[in-house]
Each structure stands twice: as C-alpha cells, then as structure tokens.
C-alpha cells in the first residue's frame, strides 16, 4: 500500500531540495510561497540575482513554509456586462449568475448564448486555446470588442475590463470550462492535470520563472549581440593570419595586449606593406623590371654620392693643403734660382710663370713652324728670334741657353711637378661634382618612387653637405666644420632588400619565396585592417565577457531539476488519488461498460500529463471505439476527476455538455452536476430543454435552487431575460409573466389604436391558452414529468384529486381564448376584449393552477392492504 504523503512533506522536501539550488531559485522558491505568483518586477529582480552574484537574495527557509499558503479562494463568475463588438450582441445587456450553486442559461440555437460562452472561454484561459472572438458581420466600422466580467473571490467582488488582446486574467485561469472540444482534449488528447496540489503548483510556477527569467538572459544576450558591428560578425581578415585568427577566436579571454601588438604596425612595416601591395598588384615580369630599374639608379646614385662624400672628405682636404703647400715650396726654390740668373735682365719677372708661359709657347713655335729640323733654343748666329724676329747674336744664343737651362733645371722642374699634381687633384675633384637637379632627382626618386623617405632625407642632407664642401675645396679654403657621413650601410641594405624582392618575384606563383611573399602582404594587411577595428574588437570583447556571464547565469535558469522534482511529487501526491476519483465518476456516470482508467503518460516543464485508455487494451485509440455518448460522459468524468481531486471549488463552466446522450446518461450526468452545485458554482450553458428539465428535476429532488438566465434573440441575439423560457416555465409562472406584461401597458391600453390593441389581445390570448396546456402538463407532472420517460406510478394519486368541474373550468377557459371566433358565443373577440377582461383571465389559471397544486399537495396515497 502506498504510503501518504501530504503537502507539508511536500513542502519540507522542497525545502530540502532548494539547498543546492542557485540563490534566485531559493528568492523565488520564498516569494512563490509567501505571495502565490509572481509579478513581472519580481521577475525582474530575481533575474538580476540570478545574473549577478553579489546582489542581495533572500533564500526560502522553514519560517516561511506556513500553513496559510496551503489553501486558495475560490473564484465565482458573477456578471457578463455589457459586449462590445461580440458577434451580434447587443451592448447593453448583463447576463448573471449565482454566485453558488445551479446556474442555467437557456438559449435556442443562433439566440446568441455562445458569444458570452466565449467570453468566458478566452477570459478564463479555456484548456482548449482555440477560442476566436468574432465581430458582428454587419458592423460597417468595427467596434474595439470588449466586456465586463464581475467575479468573486472568496466572497469579496472584483471586476476584469477584459478585450480580446488583452491577456486572461491570472485568477479566473482556475475557472473550468468544458465543452465540445475540450471533451476531445480530455479523452484523446494527452493534457496537462488541473489537480495541482500548491506544491506542484509551486514547483510549476518556479518552472514558469526559470523560463521568464532565461528569456530575459536570452534577450540580454540577444541584444547584446545585436550590438556586434558588421565588420565583426563577417570579417574580411583571413583565418591564417594572426590577425584573423585574433578576430574568428574573439571570446571573453582574448588578450588586449595581443590585441594592441596586432593592431599596431611600425613605420617600416608601413613601408614594408606598400611596397608588398605595389608589386603583387603588378604583373611579376612588370614588377621585377621596375625592382631593377630602382636597383640600378639606387646604385648610381650611391656611386656618385660615395665619390663626391670620399672626395670632400678630411683627408681630401688635407691632401690638397699639402699639394698647395709642394707647390709654394717649389715655387720658392724656382724662384731664388731665377733671382740667381735673372736679376741682371732689364726685364723684370724673368723666370716667373708667366714668362715660362711664353718660353714654352716660343718652344713648340720654333720645334713645329720655325725650325723643326733643330731643338729649341737651338741656334746659329743669325738665325731670327722666334719671339722678337731679330737675327741673333752670340749673346743672344747664349742668353736662351741660359733661359734653357733655368727651365729644364731640378728646382724648375719640381715647381712644374707640384704644380701638375696640384692640377691633377683639382681636376679629379670637380669630375665628381653632381648637378643640382641629378641629387635632386635621384633623392626624389627614392622618397616618392620607393617610399625610402629617410633614406632620401639622409642622402638630400649628404649631397647638399657634400657639394658645399666640394666647392670649399675647390676653391682652396679650410675645410667646413660640417661634414656628414656617406649612410653606406643603409644604401647597402636597400640594395640587399631590392634583391631579395627581385628574386621572390622572379620565383614562381606557387614558389615557397612566392607564396611567403604573399603570406606576408596579408599579415601586414590584415593588422592593419585589425588597426581600424581597434575600438569596436575592446568593445566585443568587454560583450563577450557579458556575455559570458550571463550565459552562466542562463545555466543557472535551466528548469530540469524543477520538472524532475515536480515528477517525484506528482508520482506521490497526485497519482493514486486522481486515478481513483477518475474511477469514482466513471461509475457515477453509469459507464461501466467498458472499463477505463486515467493513466499518467509523462511529466514536461514541471507539469504532468494524463490520458484516457482503456485498462485492458491501453494502446488502442479510445475515442474510435467509445459511442459519441460514452465517448463525452468519460470525457467529463475526466474533467470531473481533475476538479474534484484539486479540493479547490472556483466555477465550472459547461457548453453545451449533453449532445449525443441517451436518457440514462443524461439523468446521470444532470445528478452529477447537480451533485457539484452543492460544493462550487456550476453554470450550464445549453440549448437542450431536456436537459434542463432533468437538471431541475435533480435540483428540486436534492432541493437546491437553480438561477435561471435565457438568451433569445429579437432584432438580432443576445438578449437577456432573467428567467426560464416560457416553454420551460410552470403555468404559475407563465401567468406571473402575463401579469407583469398587462400591468406594464394598463395605463395606455384602452388609448391604442384598434389595430394595436388587437395584436396584443390576440397574442395574449395564445400565450393563455399555452399557459392553460401547461396547467395540465403540471397537473400530470407528478406522474409524467414533462421530457421524461419514467412513470412514477406510486403517484397517481394525486391524480384523482380531478373533479368535473375542473374539466369544465378547463374546457371553458379554452373556448374563450379559443383562436376561432364562430366556435361560440362566449368567445373573447381580440378586436373588442378589454384590459380587464385580459387581467381577468390570468387570475381564473392562477387561481385553478394554485388550487389544483394546493390540493395534490394535500393528497394522500391510499393504504393498500395484501391480506386476502
């Protein structure tokens, strides 16, 4: 035997449970006990709790498991006020209920009672979720739809504002509706239990918020997301970059300062990648020839620099100062000798350079014109002087002797050395001068043509430098304290570089040197590119670590462990006891054909499922082999079972439920919900008046008042009246209502027009003759009820309490109100009847109908003797 286990020990284990449970599940585990549900700030708070570690949480513990929770107040439906944009209702009409025990509203098919039904239906979160809420066809705008619903709760009242796209309100969710299609649901459809003891209900709810609350997370990291740039969630880096690889593996660990070493690049990696960019964007024969032609003029220009900076040099200067200073020196020693031979000539300057200027001109004279069969100064007395044209004599063959000999003499020679090597360095000096546009343009080229800026910066400063000095030196001053050195190393490392470039072109497309020349264009490239993104990769990151968090918090969200527990306590608490109620009204509904048992299928999102099987066969599909009848008794015996086990007692709401039945489920089905009247309030909407008399038989059997409403249609349906349908009324009650229509028009009935005044007799007169039918109806109903097929014989009795002179009252009445006006003369004419004869007939049934009542009340059964 199983063993009990009651909803305090249900509690004590969830409390048990909550331990190891995330600290928001506890917080909501206490707000769910103490205040039932939750609100959508309490959603709010619990979802930052469970997002952030540090904020405040205050944990359920036993203090707070009180006996005051373990009980709801019922919910009873008072009042459908006023329908707007409902079908065709009109919008001034209230249809009411009582707010315990029997309700009934009648109503014919097309009268209208269907749009309050789905009202209901949609205001109370009808199990079906099908529920559409039509216009009125003929509304040419249409009009916003809405209604008031008055309802108690426990006895105090309240009053929902409810629209069709407005949510169900929360309390009137534990109002039951059963109708057509939530007959099938029941049957052959697995649904969810509405027995729920609260701590299922609890655990339900805590399910419900674990949802809640991880959509937030969900939308938080949604949004945040969303936030991603473009340029980020479809990057055009490559993977095989490190640049690349840094972006697709973006997480909440990446390292910011290997972001910033990425997304940094050096003014020489600038350089690098331009240089890489302008040769892969050319044609590789194109772009060797162009590396050669920078090659070529880099050497060039390296070569004429490098001349002109050895040739400015200090060594060059001091080269020229000890020329300068030989040639003073051999000046000197040539000169002391010429003062030696000379001094006597009448002429001064003898000896000097500019007189040996002229010596030298008179010797290729005399060697190439004059005499070139002799060697100069060679000479016979007489020959002509080849300077003055004048025979020579002897002194003056022996003076150009002697001038010969001066020239050709070791100082004179020395002097003419010096100078020559003199010449030599100030020749070989201006041939390494460089035009001002050739350094200009070679250093524009290496600035603009190949990016080398510093470079081109430091060989502009070198030739300018260079020349200055080269002029310095040329013109014989002490050399400029500036000097700058030739940057040979960085020329030679360009050139190096140039080669290498040159030969990786050269190379094949899918050469290794090829393809690592391509490999490094797009590291350098995509660090560039990784530069610009610089500041929105910080701030997916700074996302990402969000993110991060909150996808351990949305862990923490996770809702199984609440479904497990709730299936533990479903299997004890819930179970054995619904599947015996489901027994018990099986039986009370007559079905004991065929056996059937509920079965529990599975638990979902912390909510159990049941269905309907047959206990022997419990795979076969049961709504094919149930009859129409069998098929919806079992399905409200299921709905039945769900309400009773819960010992909860808000409205049950029934549509229609008596379609299909034969007489003896039909009787059943009215004793039950009669029975369930005595505990909640039950309201029945329906169309069948037999059912209703069956009803009103069960309620007066077990004396319980029934509240009746009909709705009947008039210019359009949906009209209230708070009262049985005439043809479901009682003779009295027909009268009172006839009564109350011909004290309403006394005042003004004798002031009608003819025409007027006739319809009305004419059909007052109808309803008194229908209403005379009926008080032989109520007469008979002690022994045949009306739409009943049981004879109660034990009365017949109060059958003989008829006289003759009730059958003349009765025959009487029914010639006077007799429809043809020949029949007799006693016949009420409608064209000529007066108000009070009218008011005079209704007080003849009243009187006969409570007379006749009066006396088989009176009536006493015969004592019948079976002694011989």
């Known amino acids: 035997m199983t063993e009990e286990f009651s909803e305090e020990q249900a509690f004590s284990a969830i409390l048990e449970w909550s331990l190891d449970r995330p600290r928001w599940q506890r917080d909501a585990l206490r707000r769910l006990i103490e205040a039932g549900s939750l609100a959508p700030a309490d959603i709010g708070e619990l979802e930052a709790i469970c997002s952030d570690s540090s904020a405040a949480a205050a944990p359920l513990d036993r203090s707070h498991l009180k006996p005051a929770n373990l009980s709801g107040k019922p919910i009873s439906i008072l009042r459908v006020m006023d329908p707007k944009g409902i079908n065709a209702l009109p919008d001034d009409q209230t249809l009411t209920f009582a707010e315990k025990g029997l309700s009934i509203v009648y109503g014919d098919n097309g009268s209208g009672k269907s749009g309050y039904v789905r009202i209901l239906k949609h205001a109370c979160s009808c199990r079906d979720g099908r529920t559409g809420i039509r216009r009125d066809i003929e509304d040419s705008e249409p009009t916003p739809q809405s209604a008031t619903i008055a309802f108690s709760r426990g006895g105090v009242e309240d009053t929902f504002n409810w629209t069709p796209q407005a949510a169900a309100h929360p309390e009137l969710s534990s109002v039951s509706i059963f109708d057509t299609r939530s007959a099938n649901i029941h049957v052959e459809k697995t649904n969810a239990v509405a027995y729920v003891p609260q701590p299922m209900e609890v655990l339900e709810a805590l399910a419900a918020a674990c949802d809640a609350v991880k959509d937030r997370i969900d939308n938080r990291i949604t949004a945040l997301r969303s936030q991603t740039p473009h340029a980020l969630r479809n990057p055009t880096l490559s993977r095989s970059t490190a640049a690349g690889s840094f972006v697709f593996g973006l997480s909440a660990k990446s390292n910011l300062q290997q972001l910033a070493m990425l997304s940094t690049l050096s003014e020489a990696e600038t350089k690098r990648m331009a240089e890489l960019q302008s040769d892969l964007a050319q044609d590789a024969q194109q772009a060797v020839a162009r590396l050669k032609v920078h090659k070529a003029r880099l050497q060039a220009l390296q070569a004429q620099l490098g001349k ?74 007489g020959d002509l002087c080849v300077l003055c044209q004048q025979p020579l004599d002897e002194a003056a063959i022996q003076r150009q002797q002697t001038f010969e000999t001066f020239v050709k003499g070791t100082t004179k020679a020395d002097e003419t050395k010096a100078a020559e090597a003199l010449r030599l360095f100030t020749t070989a000096a201006r041939a390494v001068a460089i035009a001002h546009s050739v350094r200009r ?39 400029p304290a500036v000097n700058s050195a030739f940057p040979k190393q960085d020329c030679q490392a360009l050139e190096t570089k140039l080669e290498e470039r040159i030969a990786q072109l050269s190379a094949d497309e899918q050469s290794p040197q090829r393809q690592a020349l391509v490999n490094e264009y797009r590291e350098l490239k995509d660090r560039q590119v990784l530069g610009t993104l610089l500041e929105d990769v910080k701030a997916e990151i700074q996302r990402l670590k969000e993110i991060s968090k909150l996808d351990a918090a949305a862990k923490d969200a996770s809702k199984r462990p609440v479904t497990n527990k709730n299936k533990e306590l479903s299997d004890r608490l819930v179970t054995n006891a619904l599947r015996g109620r489901f027994a018990r009204e099986v039986e009370k509904l007559k079905l004991s054909r065929m056996p059937v048992e509920l079965r529990k299928v599975k638990d979902s999102s912390a909510v159990s499922y049941f269905q309907v099987a047959l206990v022997e066969k419990p795979t076969e599909p049961i709504g094919e082999i149930l009859s129409e009848g069998e098929h919806r008794c079992i399905a409200l015996a299921a709905f039945l079972a769900e309400l009773v086990t819960s010992k909860r007692y808000s409205a049950i709401v029934f549509d229609d439920p008596m379609s299909s039945l034969d007489h003896i489920h039909r009787k059943a089905v009215a004793g039950r919900l009669v029975e369930e009247a005595a505990h909640r309030q039950v309201i029945v909407f329906t169309h069948d008046l037999t059912f209703l008399y069956e009803l009103r038989r069960e309620a007066e059997a077990k004396q319980q008042e029934i509240h009746y409403q009909t709705v009947h249609r008039r210019e359009r349906p949906g009209y209230i009246e708070g009262a049985l349908p005439n043809k479901a009324r009682s003779a009295l009650q027909l009268a009172n209502v006839l009564r109350s229509e011909l004290k309403e028009v006394r005042a003004d009935y004798d002031r009608w027009p003819d025409v007027r005044r006739t319809v009305f007799a004419k059909g007052m007169m109808e309803q008194l003759r229908e209403a005379w039918d009926q008080a032989i109806a109520d007469f008979i109903y002690p022994v045949l009820g009306r739409f009943d097929n049981r004879i109660a014989g034990g009365s017949l009795f109060k059958l003989v309490v008829l006289e003759a002179s009730d059958v003349a009252t009765i025959t009487e009445a029914r010639r006077r109100l007799s429809d043809d006006l020949h029949v007799s003369a006693q016949t009420l004419n409608p064209e000529s009847v007066k108000h009070a004869e009218l008011v005079a007939e209704v007080k003849k049934l009243e009187d006969w109908a409570r007379d006749m009542h009066a006396r088989q009340q009176a009536a006493k059964a015969p004592t019948v003797s079976f002694v011989p």
């Open 441 to 479: 343009d070679g250093v524009t080229f290496l600035d603009t043509e190949m990016g080398e800026k510093a470079l081109a910066a430091a060989l502009r400063t070198v030739g300018t430098v260079a020349a200055w000095r080269l002029r310095t030196l040329l013109r014989g001053k002490p050399a």
């Open 308 to 381: 002109l900076c050895a040739a400015t040099d200090e060594a060059a200067f001091q080269k020229r100062d000890a020329l300068q200073n030989t040639l003073e020196q051999k000046r000197e020693a040539a000169r002391l000798a010429s003062a030696d031979l000379f001094d006597a000539s009448p002429l001064p300057q003898v000896g000097a350079e500019i007189w040996r200027s002229l010596w030298e001109a008179a010797r290729r004279y005399a060697d190439e014109v004059a005499r070139p069969s002799k060697s100069f100064p060679e000479a016979e007395t």
